[in-house]
C-alpha cells in the first residue's frame, strides 16, 4: 500500500516533468526550422540577382546583334559594305522579348530607342517607287525603267472671219474649229546612282501620236465638217540629268535634292513642216507629226521629300529655259521663211503625298503645274515678236497606285486629269522599274 503511493507521488512529480521536456524540444524544433527557411530565401533571392545580370547581359547582346544585322543590310542594300549608317532604311527586324521583368527596363530603354531611330526613315518598296517618280532613291545602284503614257488632247476655238457692224450685228463667217490629239509615249529610263548622294539619269522617249482636225463650214454649210487626220511617230527628245543630295533626311529634317537636266533636240521639230488645206480652203492643217521641240532646253530645280511612316510628302519646285534656235523655214508655207524661235521659259512645281498600304502595295496622288511664257520668232531682217496665245498655263491632278511585283521589279500606275484647256483632257502611264 506505501509501495502505490509513492509510485504515484513520483508519476505526478515525473508528469509535468516531461510535459515541460517536451514542450521545450519543439519549440527547438520550430526555431530550427524558421532558420533553415530563411536560408533557404536568401539563397533564392542570390540566385534571382545572378539570374537577372544573365539576362541583362544576354539582352544587350542581342540588342548588339540586331544593330550588326541591321547595318550590314543597309550596306547590301546601298552597295557600299565600308558604309556605316546609323540606321538602316529597308531592314525591317521584329525583335521578340526574352522576358518581361522589372529588372530589364535599361535593356528594353536601348531596345525602343533602336526600334525609333529605324522606323523614322523606314520606306516599303512600293512607297520607294512613287518616291522615285517624284524624288530620288539612292539606295539602288541602278535602275531600269520602262514606261507607256496615253494622253488625250481636245480643243474648240471659235474663228470669227468678218467685222462688226453697229456694234452688234457680225458680218463675215463664224468657223468652230477642233482638234483632236492621241499621243501613246514609251520612255527608256537608266538610273545610276554612283554614291549615296549622286544620281545619273539618261531618258529616251518614243512617241507615235495621231491628230484629227475638224471644222464646221464644208460647202458653205453650218452642219458640215471638214475632217483631216494626221498621223506619224519617231524618236522624240532625248535627256540627261543630274540628281545630287544636298541634305539627307533625318529625324527633324526632309530629304533635299538638287537637279540639273539638259534636253537635246533628237525629235522632230514642228518648224517648216508643209502645210495642206481642204478644197474649200476652209481647214489648213500639218501634213506631217512634230515629236520634239527643235532646240535645247535646259531646266534646274529642286525636290524635298519628308517621311512621315507610313506616309510620304514631298514637294519639287523647278525652272526651265529653251536656247534660240535657227531653222531654214518658219512658216510651212509655200517658199523658206528663214529666222530664229525662242520658245521661252517656263516654272513648275508640284506636290504629293504617297501612303503605304502594306510592304507591297502604296497610293499615292499629286498635283502639278506649268507656267508658260510667250514664244518669240524672228524672221529674217526683221525684229523679235511675240506670237498669240503661246503663254500657257498647264495643270494636272494626279492619282496613282504602285505594286511590288518581286523583289526588284514594280508596277506604277498614274491617272491624271487636265485642270485647264492647256492640259491634256486625261493621261494613263504605266511604269514598270526595275532595280538591280
Not at 491628230?211 to 483631216?228: F, H, I, L, P, W
Not at 498621223?231 to 540629268?241: H, P, R
Amino acid at each position: 500500500m506505501k509501495l502505490t503511493r509513492i509510485n504515484a507521488g513520483i508519476l505526478v512529480v515525473f508528469s509535468p516533468l516531461c510535459l515541460l521536456t517536451n514542450l521545450s524540444f519543439a519549440q527547438g524544433v520550430e526555431v530550427q526550422k524558421t532558420v533553415t527557411e530563411e536560408q533557404e530565401i536568401a539563397q533564392l533571392k542570390r540566385q534571382l540577382i545572378m539570374l537577372n545580370k544573365q539576362l541583362k547581359q544576354q539582352q544587350q547582346a542581342i540588342n548588339h546583334i540586331a544593330r550588326q544585322v541591321l547595318t550590314k543590310e543597309a550596306n547590301l542594300k546601298s552597295g557600299d559594305v565600308n558604309q556605316k549608317p546609323v540606321a538602316s532604311r529597308g531592314a525591317s527586324i521584329q525583335r521578340q522579348p526574352v522576358a518581361k521583368t522589372p529588372v530589364n527596363t535599361g535593356a528594353q530603354t536601348v531596345s525602343s530607342q533602336s526600334s525609333t531611330k529605324k522606323k523614322a526613315p523606314d520606306r516599303g518598296r512600293s512607297t520607294e517607287d512613287v518616291l522615285q517618280e517624284a524624288h530620288n532613291v539612292f539606295d539602288r545602284p541602278l535602275t531600269v525603267e520602262t514606261s507607256f503614257t496615253y494622253s488625250y488632247y481636245s480643243r474648240k476655238d471659235l474663228v470669227l472671219r468678218g467685222f462688226l457692224a453697229l456694234d452688234a450685228i457680225f458680218l463675215g463667217n463664224l468657223n468652230l474649229d477642233r482638234i483632236r490629239s492621241n499621243t501613246i509615249q514609251m520612255d527608256l529610263v537608266t538610273r545610276y546612282s554612283a554614291t549615296e548622294r549622286w544620281q545619273f539619269e539618261m531618258n529616251i522617249p518614243v512617241m507615235y501620236r495621231w491628230n484629227q482636225y475638224d471644222s464646221v463650214g464644208e460647202g458653205n454649210s453650218s452642219q458640215r465638217y471638214e475632217t483631216a487626220e494626221t498621223d506619224g511617230g519617231e524618236i522624240g527628245d532625248m535627256s540627261v540629268a543630274a540628281y545630287y543630295r544636298l541634305v539627307k533626311e533625318g529625324s527633324g529634317w526632309p530629304d533635299l535634292v538638287w537637279n540639273v537636266r539638259v534636253k537635246a533636240p533628237t525629235g522632230k521639230h514642228p518648224f517648216g513642216i508643209p502645210l495642206a488645206s481642204s478644197p474649200t480652203a476652209n481647214l489648213t492643217y500639218p501634213t506631217e507629226i512634230a515629236t520634239g521641240s527643235g532646240v535645247w532646253g535646259i531646266s534646274t530645280g529642286f525636290s524635298i521629300a519628308k517621311t512621315y511612316d507610313p506616309a510620304i510628302v514631298f514637294f519639287n519646285l523647278n525652272y526651265g529655259w529653251s536656247l534660240p534656235g535657227e531653222f531654214g523655214d518658219l512658216s510651212g508655207l509655200e517658199g523658206n521663211s528663214p529666222g530664229e524661235i525662242d520658245l521661252g521659259d517656263y516654272i513648275d512645281y508640284s506636290v504629293g503625298l504617297a501612303f503605304a498600304v502594306s510592304e507591297k502595295m502604296s497610293l499615292g496622288m499629286s498635283f502639278n503645274q506649268r507656267f508658260y511664257s510667250k514664244t518669240k520668232q524672228r524672221t529674217q531682217g526683221f525684229a523679235w515678236e511675240d506670237i498669240p496665245r503661246s503663254d500657257t498655263n498647264t495643270a494636272t491632278l494626279g492619282i496613282g497606285a504602285t505594286l511590288a511585283l518581286s523583289d526588284s521589279l514594280s508596277m506604277v500606275t498614274n491617272i491624271g486629269a487636265g485642270l485647264t484647256e492647256d492640259s491634256p483632257d486625261y493621261q494613263v502611264s504605266l511604269r514598270f522599274p526595275y532595280r538591280f
